[in-house]
């Protein structure tokens, strides 16, 4: 079988997408049609050929665009701008700010480079903060001048913490505000500081990586006239139905079972660790542990582990290391056996929904096209739950599967950094009337090049749903590989972004 072959020799696929044969969907037959208009419409506001190089302080200045000097990390040189844009482009709204941080190698400065905007998975996760060169940026900045974009909500562009949403006075105008901080905002974003820094407004080279991927496939969609090139690495969504989150969880179960049983295999030894830790969080008053920040640690919640630990390249060994410290030491003869501060410690810290809650709260709506999403991974673990029914595992003596990518309901109760905004949250999860991401029409006719990385194991985007998507994208070339995890363009980033550039400036030929 395949999925056999694949886990003992690496599969390398470069895949060509010819181009398909075209039709136009007419505006009354496509939601993603009618959005292409407004959508273009909203672009076109901006003169093509202007560019703005302001250098002051952002205080009091009432500028859209912010310049600052340039400041120096080993071999490379960076400087920040920040952007006032519209939190809601169909209308006069508040203003937000949106932050940008280029870079390029030592001695480039002035040198006329092409850009590449970068765009960081998530959602709700703001741009690296390199403090060296290295990994991706290394080889990118050979050629380019990068762009880290801090997507609207997250790091510097007027982040929505746990703190600062608290603001809000209810929950729906949370939730109303919430709306516009998906792909179709962050594109209109990148968009509006493109025609401002980009000399002459051209168009630019863009990377996106996982969410960022998502994010790029909306570009495609409703303003490839800002585009150059596209690249992306585990990062094809799902398209063609007015919410395809259903689908995500369904395959996502299937594959987050098949990452259980290597883990399992790697590490037999956690097998009744975590049967154990099951059964006393089981036991205990309330059905689970205090945890330090105030929330609690249930047995379902100690199965969400698997969101990182089952994904990425070292993610089972950290899962390892951590469990390996679970109990406390007994010193005094007779004391209770007690899960060990460092453990509740490192389950908070290991999904970071205190510094970054963007994530949780809008998950699900990342699926979304003109229909809910309902709480779409709570609904379809029911189907599997004779699989993830952590109890009666630890009950049997059967393995207890951790779970994948997925946001419960459950979590605003339970995660402390989450109990405020569980209203907003089942606002969210209820909304019907989510505006479009992409637009199959334009996808089908494709001009911009675009070449993607596509991880044959990834745990976070299903390989049958992305190459499902591919079909629909004219002229795209994948590079399929189980050599790396989701986690790719991290651990191997000079490879895989070499390999793209290849694919796409057409040094690696077709066959």
């Known amino acids: 079988m395949l999925a056999t072959h694949a886990l003992l020799t690496p599969i390398h696929r470069r895949i060509t997408i010819p181009k398909l044969t075209s039709f136009l ?62 939190l809601d482009y169909s209308k006069t709204s508040p203003k937000i700010t949106v932050f940008a941080r280029e870079i390029v190698a030592v001695g480039k400065e002035e040198q006329a480079l092409p850009y590449l905007l970068y765009l960081q998975g998530g959602p709700g996760f703001e741009g690296p903060r390199p403090s060296e060169s290295g990994g991706w ?16 909500g997250t790091g510097l562009s007027t982040p929505l913490t746990s703190s600062s949403m608290l603001q809000f006075k209810s929950a729906n105008d949370l ?21 401002r820094l980009v000399p002459n407004a051209d168009p630019w080279t863009i990377l996106g990586q996982s ?21 992306m690495t585990g ?24 990452q259980n049983e290597k883990y399992y295999k790697r590490f037999p030894e956690d097998v009744e660790i975590v ?12 059905g689970g542990v205090p945890l330090p920040s105030g929330g609690i ?61 963007l994530y949780a709260l809008l998950h699900e709506a990342i699926y979304c096209e003109g229909a809910s999403s309902s709480w779409s991974a709570h609904r379809l673990r029911e189907k599997f739950e004779h699989k993830f029914d952590a109890l009666k595992a630890a009950k049997e003596g059967q393995d207890v599967l951790f779970t994948g990518e997925m946001i419960f309901p459950w979590m605003f109760d339970e995660i402390h950094a989450l109990k ?22 334009t996808l089908k006719t494709n001009k911009v090049p675009v070449a993607a990385a596509v991880y044959y194991e990834d745990m976070y985007v299903n390989f049958k749903l992305v190459m499902e998507t591919a079909a629909q994208i004219s002229g795209i070339r994948l590079w399929v590989t189980n050599e790396y995890m989701h986690s790719g363009l991290r651990d191997a980033g000079r490879q895989v972004l070499d390999h793209l550039f290849g694919m796409i400036n057409g040094k690696k030929p077709l066959f």
């Open 25 to 86: 969907l007419s505006p009354s037959s496509s939601p993603r049609s009618e959005s292409s208009g407004s959508f273009s419409g909203l672009i076109s506001f901006y003169p093509r050929r202007r560019s703005y190089r302001v250098i002051t302080s952002m205080a009091g200045t009432g500028t859209e665009h912010v310049t600052e000097k340039w400041f120096s990390i080993p071999e490379l040189r960076l400087r920040n701008h920040r952007f006032s844009v519209p």
């Open 137 to 152: 940026i290394q080889r990118a900045c050979e050629e380019f001048r990068v762009i880290l974009l801090d997507q609207r």
């Open 175 to 195: 939730a109303d505000y919430l709306v516009h901080f998906r792909a179709d905002n962050i594109v209109k974003d990148a968009e509006f500081v493109r025609v």
């Open 211 to 231: 969410f960022g991927g998502f994010c790029a496939l909306t570009y495609l969609s409703f303003a490839p006239q800002g585009l150059k090139q596209v690249l």
């Open 235 to 258: 990062g094809i969504p799902p398209i063609g139905k007015s919410c395809t989150a259903d689908d995500v969880y369904e395959a996502g179960f299937e594959q987050v079972v098949r």
């Open 275 to 286: 049967r154990e830790l099951v059964t006393y969080l089981a036991e205990s008053e309330g």
């Open 297 to 357: 640690l249930t047995p379902h919640g100690l199965q969400t582990l698997g969101l990182s630990g089952l994904g990425s390249s070292t993610g089972f060994e950290r899962l390892h290391y951590m469990l390996e410290r679970v109990w406390d030491p007994i010193l005094v003869p007779g004391s209770p056996k007690r899960i060990s501060h460092f453990f509740l410690n490192a389950f908070e810290t290991w999904h970071s929904f205190d510094t970054n809650p």
């Open 420 to 441: 405020p905004f569980k209203a907003a949250a089942d606002l969210l999860a209820k909304k019907e009337d989510w505006p479009p991401l992409y637009n199959a029409a």
